[in-house]
Nanobody, 117 residues
Framework: QVQIVESGGGLVQPGGSLRLSCVASGITFNNYAMGWYRQAPGKQRKLVATINTGGNKNYADSVKGRFTISRDNGNNTVYLQMNSLKPEDTAVYYC???????????WGQGTQVTVSS
């Protein structure tokens, strides 16, 4: 049974930092690209950052220079370090595991991030 579990969300003031974690089980983690996506109320889910099996990273323009994605293959975990947070970063953040060659993808349940004073 595949489980994708996010944690680390919360309420933070503008300019603050948070680190999100996503633990995957039931998959061969090394074979999956991992990504963070976010969905604000009334808006579509959008890509935030991805990291492939080779460690190559991709970021949305809106978070470049502020967010950093990383993975720990030994612990089946992907992280999103978020610095210099802005109110517009407020959203539910979702973790996704994807193995495109096998047409496989799995989503977590999401974790709420709220940036407000």
């Amino acid at each position: 049974q595949v489980q994708i579990v996010e944690s680390g969300g919360g309420l933070v003031q503008p300019g603050g930092s948070l680190r999100l974690s996503c633990v995957a089980s039931g998959i061969t983690f090394n074979n999956y690209a991992m990504g963070w996506y976010r969905q604000a109320p009334g808006k579509q889910r959008k890509l935030v950052a991805t990291i492939n099996t080779g460690g190559n990273k991709n970021y949305a323009d809106s978070v470049k220079g502020r967010f950093t994605i990383s993975r720990d293959n030994g612990n089946n975990t992907v992280y999103l370090q978020m610095n210099s947070l802005k109110p517009e970063d407020t959203a539910v953040y979702y973790c996704k595991a994807e193995r495109a060659a096998r047409f496989l993808s799995y989503w977590g349940q999401g974790t709420q991030v709220t940036v407000s004073s």
